[in-house]
């Protein structure tokens, strides 16, 4: 008899089928004094940022050029910062600017769609294309090290949630490909890091593990039933419930653990981006705080979503303008490209506070400073009039993983411009003869120093050397 999936008992579903997993024991969660000193002596963090909308590149016959363009004069470790990077220049030993890089599956998108793809290198594309995605770097990362702490990763924007296809408010995405919601609220997120919920919580953990076992019931029968198409929806559903299983059993081994002490006086966690600038260094501290405390070692930041929609863009009333999208196409404006060049200033400016801070940081056990076992990947998935090419891209930190820095890689080579708009045509329609170098070269390199077992990420060709 063919099961009617409306009637199915929702507690009832999925139980008794042999696709549970038998979890692992994280020797790590059973209290935080147990965990391995290697791991406590040497923890290796990965933190990946986004900003929407691209830089400014003007041509270098344009008088923007010398002062307010955001990728640097000359390269390699001879160049020069503009004024639109030189709030970085304080620390242009702990970093690397990168040119020439893009996802080769989304380089003919619009620059609108491109925050969903750019830690994950898919091809989600646009226009009539079926929306898929896949796992993000970050994630990808949380295989080695999720189970090291009490939360496997951090994930907030400004906006918050998922948003929409093409229309990211997260750059995380699962092993599946599905969003991961981002957290924008600042009291929330210190509240999840550092404050002890109510007594409760192990009742509800209990509740939560009885009703997984309850989905499960009906699995191996329902199975039978159904289509290949539907058979492989179930097997996502399932592999989301093995996930959920795994996040419950985590949760109960911490629960008896103490939260660290944190003084949180200094930080105001009621705003919102109707004070931007306190707004931003405040989700800059809370990761901070995050990797700090060892809470997690993973974190991730959209600071804006694309297309000009949402509170994100109201970021850009920091520095006196009214909205942030709308920066990067006036342009041709008079002060156009100084203007713009002013917001991403202001966001390199806070972004360099966040890292100096980093630095300034020793680690408990000598080895370095939080910088040096920090991982930082801070840029956008579009350069000048959305186009998604030659992504503005910095590595900052993992000085204690092999990084370099101090240096310009340009990868443009021959197209320093990266194929900025000549005025003739749709900017993302415009013939570009120099080929961008992979994005996931750059992403394999980062977890293979980050100690995954990894030998490629999404459509990588290589690794880096030069970094």
């Known amino acids: 008899m063919k099961l009617n999936m409306n009637r199915i008992d929702r507690r009832r579903f999925l139980r008794g089928t042999g696709l549970a997993l038998a979890l692992?024991?994280?020797?790590?969660?059973?209290?935080?004094?147990?965990?391995?000193?290697?791991?406590?002596?040497?923890?290796?963090?990965?933190?990946?940022?986004?900003?929407?909308?691209?830089?400014?590149?003007?041509?270098?016959?344009?008088?923007?050029?010398?002062?307010?363009?955001?990728?640097?004069?000359?390269?390699?470790?001879?160049?020069?910062?503009?004024?639109?990077?030189?709030?970085?220049?304080?620390?242009?030993?702990?970093?690397?600017?990168?040119?020439?890089?893009?996802?080769?599956?989304?380089?003919?998108?619009?620059?609108?769609?491109?925050?969903?793809?750019?830690?994950?290198?898919?091809?989600?594309?646009?226009?009539?294309?079926?929306?898929?995605?896949?796992?993000?770097?970050?994630?990808?990362?949380?295989?080695?090290?999720?189970?090291?702490?009490?939360?496997?990763?951090?994930?907030?924007?400004?906006?918050?949630?998922?948003?929409?296809?093409?229309?990211?408010?997260?750059?995380?995405?699962?092993?599946?490909?599905?969003?991961?919601?981002?957290?924008?609220?600042?009291?929330?997120?210190?509240?999840?890091l550092f404050v002890k919920s109510d007594g409760d919580s192990a009742r509800r953990l209990a509740l939560s593990r009885s009703a997984l076992d309850d989905m499960l019931v009906d699995a191996r029968s329902l199975r039978k039933t159904l289509s290949s198409a539907d058979q492989q929806n179930l097997d996502e559903y399932l592999d989301s419930v093995r996930q959920a299983e795994i996040k419950v059993e985590k949760a109960k081994r911490w629960i008896n653990a103490p939260l660290p002490k944190i003084d949180g006086d200094h930080l105001n966690l009621e705003?919102?981006?109707?004070?931007?600038?306190?707004?931003?260094q405040t989700m800059f501290e809370l990761i901070y705080l995050a990797f700090k405390t060892d809470s997690t070692r993973v974190a991730t930041y959209q600071i804006g979503r694309e297309n000009g929609v949402g509170r994100s863009d109201h970021l850009a009333r920091a520095v006196g303008f009214n909205l942030a999208h709308s920066l990067s196409h006036e342009t041709k404006n008079p002060g156009g490209w100084k203007n713009f060049a002013i917001y991403c200033q202001f966001l390199n400016e806070e972004y360099g506070r966040f890292i100096g801070k980093l630095k300034q940081t020793p680690e408990p056990a000598g080895t370095g400073t939080m910088l040096d076992n920090t991982l930082?990947?801070?840029?956008?998935?579009?350069?000048?009039?959305?186009?998604?090419?030659?992504?503005?891209?910095?590595?900052?930190?993992?000085?204690?993983?092999?990084?370099?820095?101090?240096?310009?890689?340009?990868?443009?080579?021959?197209?320093?411009?990266?194929?900025?708009?000549?005025?003739?045509?749709?900017?993302?329609?415009?013939?570009?003869?120099?080929?961008?170098?992979?994005?996931?070269?750059?992403?394999?390199?980062?977890?293979?120093?980050?100690?995954?077992?990894?030998?490629?990420?999404?459509?990588?060709?290589?690794?880096?050397?030069?970094i």
């Open 24 to 192: 692992p024991m994280f020797g790590s969660l059973a209290a935080p004094a147990a965990r391995g000193a290697a791991a406590r002596a040497n923890p290796k963090r990965l933190g990946c940022f986004y900003f929407p909308d691209g830089v400014p590149m003007p041509l270098a016959e344009d008088p923007a050029y010398k002062d307010w363009a955001w990728f640097p004069h000359r390269n390699g470790d001879d160049f020069t910062f503009t004024k639109c990077m030189q709030p970085l220049d304080p620390l242009r030993d702990e970093l690397t600017i990168l040119s020439g890089f893009s996802h080769p599956k989304s380089r003919n998108s619009h620059g609108h769609n491109n925050a969903d793809q750019f830690l994950t290198g898919a091809a989600t594309g646009g226009g009539d294309m079926e929306y898929a995605n896949t796992i993000s770097l970050d994630q990808e990362y949380v295989k080695v090290v999720g189970d090291q702490t009490r939360f496997a990763s951090l994930v907030m924007s400004t906006d918050g949630g998922t948003g929409t296809a093409r229309g990211a408010h997260t750059i995380s995405f699962d092993r599946n490909g599905r969003a991961i919601p981002a957290e924008h609220r600042p009291k929330q997120i210190f509240d999840m």
């Open 271 to 280: 705003l919102t981006t109707d004070e931007p600038r306190e707004y931003l």
């Open 376 to 466: 930082l990947l801070f840029g956008s998935a579009s350069s000048a009039f959305h186009l998604s090419r030659n992504y503005p891209l910095i590595l900052a930190g993992g000085k204690q993983m092999g990084f370099k820095h101090g240096q310009y890689i340009d990868h443009a080579g021959s197209n320093p411009q990266g194929g900025a708009w000549d005025g003739g045509q749709e900017p993302w329609q415009k013939k570009v003869t120099h080929e961008d170098t992979p994005l996931s070269n750059l992403f394999a390199t980062m977890l293979q120093r980050l100690g995954s077992p990894t030998q490629s990420f999404a459509d990588s060709t290589g690794t880096i050397e030069n």
